[in-house]
T-cell receptor, first 113, second 114 residues
Framework: AQSVAQPEDQVNVAEGNPLTVKCTYS??????LFWYVQYPNRGLQFLLK??????LVKGSYGFEAEFNKSQTSFHLKKPSALVSDSALYFC???????????FGTGTKLQVIP | SAVISQKPSRDICQRGTSLTIQCQVD?????MFWYRQQPGQSLTLIAT?????????ESGFVIDKFPISRPNLTFSTLTVSNMSPEDSSIYLC???????????FGEGSRLTVL
């Protein structure tokens, strides 16, 4: 079985400050890890993924995430938050070669002007 | 990347009725996935739709309630049958890029059942 945990329902950060949205996973095997963002009344948009290679992955809109195998984490980060980053963020995991993707419960990011 | 179109984008339905959601992809894909996102919650996989065979349903979802069609490699429908207010959700169609593993989503169909 595979699972994803996003321990924070909401993260508040001041504009211009660095942000971190946490994600830990559990999977038996090598994980494919993803971050998606959902803006109000919209579908999900892909931000970035980790499959193999460098542990630091860079994605869209200045976001990056660090894969930490020992801590089974894949935290999303951005050096300087924008008000327009305010949205719902989902972490997801897929066991390589198996198609089912499991999503976390989501973290609402609120960037305060 | 894949472009996915869903219809309707939103609808308000009466209890006991059924609604069919359409999903069109701009390229041929083997698997299409239907997810449900209940208000304030995460995404839950309903079923995987394969062309030429019956859909594979996840635990808690049954074909009588959520019949799926997959007539070709670019199109699928999900029907929500005999709706109740508990079916009020966003229903999302998605496909996976086999070489990268990333999921592409449609904009979703927001159903409100009165």
């Amino acid at each position: 079985a595979q699972s994803v945990a996003q321990p924070e329902d909401q993260v508040n950060v001041a504009e211009g400050n660095p942000l971190t949205v946490k994600c830990t996973y559990s999977v038996s095997g090598n994980p494919y890890l993803f971050w998606y963002v959902q803006y109000p009344n919209r579908g999900l948009q892909f931000l970035l993924k980790y499959i193999t290679g460098d542990n630091l992955v860079k994605g869209s809109y200045g976001f990056e995430a660090e894969f930490n195998k020992s801590q089974t984490s894949f935290h999303l980060k951005k050096p300087s938050a924008l008000v327009s980053d305010s949205a719902l963020y989902f972490c997801a995991v897929r066991l390589g070669g198996y198609q089912k993707v499991t999503f976390g419960t989501g973290t609402k990011l609120q960037v305060i002007p | 990347s894949a472009v996915i179109s869903q219809k309707p984008s939103r609808d308000i339905c009466q209890r006991g009725t059924s609604l069919t959601i359409q999903c069109q992809v701009d390229s041929q894909v083997t698997m299409m996935f239907w997810y449900r996102q209940q208000p304030g919650q995460s995404l839950t996989l309903i079923a995987t739709a394969n062309q030429g065979s019956e859909a594979t349903y996840e635990s808690g979802f049954v074909i009588d309630k959520f019949p799926i069609s997959r007539p070709n490699l670019t199109f699928s429908t999900l029907t929500v049958s005999n709706m109740s207010p508990e079916d009020s959700s966003i229903y999302l169609c998605s496909v996976v890029a086999v070489n990268t593993g990333e999921l592409f989503f449609g904009e979703g169909s927001r159903l409100t059942v009165l």
